[in-house]
């Protein structure tokens, strides 16, 4: 029965993993947390400052 093989190998394997402390994943976590609002920050004031520029290039001409 190979699914069982495999089962069992999984979880045999999952006995070997050496799992992160309470203070590992609390870290792990902020930093990422830190990250992203880090990088939706940059983005969104990239984005700012490009439309800046278009708008200074290319002006909007109020027709429709």
Not at 40 to 48: A, E, M, N, P, S
């Amino acid at each position: 029965m190979a699914g069982g093989d495999f089962v069992r190998g999984v979880i045999a394997e999952l006995r070997r993993v050496t799992w992160p402390t309470r203070e590992e994943w609390i870290s792990a976590t902020v930093l990422t947390v830190a990250l992203v609002v880090g990088i939706g920050l940059f983005t969104f004031i990239v984005d700012q400052l490009f439309g800046w520029l278009f708008n200074l290039i290319h002006p909007a001409t109020g027709a429709g």
